[in-house]
């Protein structure tokens, strides 16, 4: 990986300054565990990058796919809210350092700090691209990064994804989250299927198809298989689905009762889950190797919605023990139970992948998305309304969240950041989208 | 693409062989060792038993379309965010059980619904307690637990589809439909 000089690149440097503002820039987790730059919230400075149409080496682009290219790749770049896309304009040609020159000296006087060349070569059964990333602010525009992708043509949008991910990779030393999924539900009362996209909402894709109810999905930590509850044998069981692999769906848990809220461990060897089989729901962890199922809680009250924490030490928690559900953490072997939040009424955590936010959904009337720190200090609100906002899901960088809306009406998909700002639709129509689960960084 | 019903299939007929025909009801919520779990292996070619329970002797959940609505097992509704059966629905429970006690070979499947507000996750585990809570009201009252199969369909089967109180109260319900053997 080859990550930007700061020292080299003076003003680059004063805008990652201000991308990474007052906002606690660099902390431990509160379990003492992870390292992470804490980039939250809209409103800082972003580094303003030109992202002209690629050009053409080789090969004939029928489909005008180079100009899309250049738009979705500036579409990630933006939804990053690291970086403004200067307006575009034709694509600079291929082996030709005057225009080069040109059209960087050009968009630096516009107030470009870096630019992205983008060159493709159409094959028959191929895309290949090669992404370059120039500094503006040096006189020689000098080059800051090299990477090339190729892909089959129909995926042609994830070329633009995996180069988003590589600039925003070489900016801030972690890759964007553009080339990832969603699944979540598609449906209405009686009939819910689990559907994919890719995570700005394109190419809706079924991942079940048995007309019945399937609820709940959850994406593995390999990013290949999804953990969901069906209706499909008339009963709530468990069942994971392979969705880019011809393999059938394969039943997790089929016990009586509820067979529900699966939650990966973060090496993907086991799934935390709620049963109710031995009388109320209680959390059980399967190992997917050997089938065998180990019970991690035991109470006469409702323990359901395991979330690990990213190290797997932990596993939060909703537990109605006090009478009213709450947010609860224990360690990865059910000892240790100790609550997080004691007013409110509590459900969906989910624990971020970086491991110092647990994000909720509280209900006071209607339902509104919080955000606490694992150690259990500064509950925070992120949504407040208008309309029901719950089932949030994290981007695999903990920066981004997604969650269901009834702000517009029926049940949508909308993107924030992790400070609650920046709430944009993903999901559009009128069939009613819940339920979201992102999805690792695809394979 | 995924094919859910063929691999579901074959799950149903390796369940089947495992348990070695189903001939008994048994109580669904109170026997730990009632189903069979887990099942791994591509294909579903492969049984690799039901996990933390042993496979021998136990039995697959009542097939729910064997079990019909019946006039003299009437719904029973619950507050908002509650379980707790309320004295007008006692007496709907009290005649459901008498039609229970008359039929002691009949079994019965009691489905828990609760209204759209309020997360899945969280009407599921609502839903599981409204009809345990009419579970309980039948086994004080004298009808075996093993005829009872306790099932929850969260907010997912609502009757009602509008966004309003009254429609909302229609899906608060506890459920039951009744097999004569």
């Known amino acids: 990986m080859r990550r930007l ?19 606690t820039p660099l902390r431990l ?9 804490n980039v939250t919230g809209g409103g800082t400075r972003k580094l ?5 149409e690629f050009a053409v080496v080789n090969g004939t682009d029928t489909g005008g796919v180079a100009k899309q290219l250049a738009t979705v790749a500036g579409d990630d770049l933006t939804f990053s809210q690291l970086f403004s896309v200067v307006a575009g304009t034709g694509a600079i040609p291929p082996n030709n350092p005057e225009a080069l020159k040109k059209a960087w000296t050009d968009f630096a006087a516009a107030g470009a700090h870096a630019g992205l060349h983008g060159l493709a070569t159409f094959r028959a059964d191929r895309v290949e691209t090669e992404m370059r990333l120039y500094d503006l602010t040096t006189p020689e525009h000098r080059q800051i990064a090299t990477k090339r992708f190729d892909m089959p043509p129909a995926q042609w949008r994830r070329l633009a994804h995996k180069i988003a991910d590589e600039v925003v990779l070489q900016f801030t030393g972690e890759p964007g989250v553009a080339d990832t999924k969603i699944a979540y539900v598609s449906g209405r009362t009686g009939q819910k299927e689990i559907v994919m996209a890719d995570y700005d909402g394109n190419g809706p894709a079924p991942v079940t198809r048995n007309g019945s109810i399937n609820l709940m999905p959850v ?4 990013a290949r298989s999804v953990a969901y509850t069906s209706f499909l044998q008339g009963y709530p069981d468990l069942y994971r689905a392979f969705p880019f692999e011809r393999r059938p769906a394969q039943t997790l848990a089929a016990y009586s009762g509820i067979n529900s809220s699966p939650a990966w461990s973060p090496d993907g060897k086991t799934i935390a889950m709620t049963l109710s089989k031995d009388g109320n729901p209680e959390i059980y962890v399967l190992t997917i190797a050997t089938g065998t199922f180990r019970r991690l809680t035991r109470h006469a009250g409702i323990d359901t919605e395991p979330t690990w924490s990213p190290t797997g030490r932990e596993i939060a928690f909703i537990s109605d023990r006090s009478g009213v559900p709450h947010l609860y953490v224990m360690d990865a072997e059910g000892a240790g139970v100790r609550p997080l939040t004691s007013a409110g009424r509590h459900t969906q955590p989910r624990w971020s992948p970086k491991g110092d936010v647990i994000v909720y959904t509280q209900r006071a009337g209607t339902h509104d998305i919080w955000a606490i720190n694992a150690d259990g200090s500064n509950p925070r609100r992120l949504t407040s309304g208008p309309g029901d906002n719950q089932g949030p899901t994290w981007a695999p960088n903990g920066r981004h969240l997604m969650f269901q809306s009834s702000r517009l009406g029926g049940w949508q998909i909308f993107s924030m950041l992790l400070d609650g700002s920046v709430q944009t639709p993903v999901t559009r129509g009128s069939v009613e989208s819940t339920s979201p689960s992102w999805s690792p960084r695809l394979p | 693409m995924i094919t859910c019903q063929a691999s579901v299939v074959i799950v149903s007929l390796l369940m089947a062989l495992a348990v070695g025909g189903c001939a008994t009801q048994q109580s669904a919520t109170n026997d730990p060792s009632a189903t069979a779990g887990y099942h791994s292996g591509a294909m579903g070619s492969r049984h690799d038993g039901p996990g933390g329970t042993s496979g021998m002797g136990a039995s697959a959940r009542p097939r729910l379309s064997d079990f019909i609505v019946h006039d003299d097992l009437r719904d029973v509704h619950f507050a908002f965010d509650s379980y707790e059966i309320r004295a007008t629905d006692m007496r709907i429970l009290e005649k459901s059980t008498q039609w229970l006690r008359a039929h002691p070979d009949a079994l019965v ?7 759209e507000r309020g997360t899945n996750e969280y009407n599921l585990t609502l839903g599981e307690r409204r009809a345990k809570a009419s579970m309980n009201y039948f086994v004080s009252h004298g009808v075996a637990a093993s005829r009872i199969t306790v099932m929850s369909y969260g907010e997912e089967r609502g009757m009602c589809r509008d966004k309003t109180e009254s429609c909302w109260a229609k899906n608060r319900r506890a459920h039951f439909r009744v097999k004569a053997n």
């Open chain 1, 48 to 52: 303003n990058i030109a992202v002209p």
């Open chain 1, 5 to 23: 000089s700061l020292t080299a690149f003076l003003a680059g440097a004063l805008a990652l300054a201000l991308l990474f503002p007052l906002t």
């Open chain 1, 219 to 222: 994406w593995s930590p390999d």
């Open chain 1, 29 to 37: 987790a509160a379990q003492g565990v992870d390292v992470f730059l």
């Open chain 2, 109 to 115: 499947v009691i489905e828990g619904h609760a209204d």
